[in-house]
């Protein structure tokens, strides 16, 4: 599963991308950036995978924003 959230700083907005595997409740993926990009997701998604790697079948779960719809981030996932 995965999503993006926001943390206020000092510095103004922290954006956190996480993936998380929903068997065992572990955070297997992460990126932080002071923007909310497509490259941001692409990081965690990117980082979860080399953490893991995941066997064929796996299920991904993410909401339907844009970010997750990209065509990038689709063949990515692929």
Request: proline letters at 3%; a positive charge.
């Amino acid at each position: 599963m995965t999503d993006i959230t926001y943390i206020a700083t000092d510095e103004g907005w922290l954006y956190l991308a996480g993936i998380k595997d929903l068997f065992n409740g572990e955070l297997v993926g992460y990126a932080l950036d002071a923007r909310m990009t497509q490259p941001l997701v692409m990081q965690a998604l990117f980082r979860a995978v080399a953490a893991k790697r995941p066997g064929k079948g796996l299920i991904h779960h993410s909401d339907r924003g844009g970010h997750y719809c990209a065509h990038a981030y689709q063949k990515l996932l692929r």
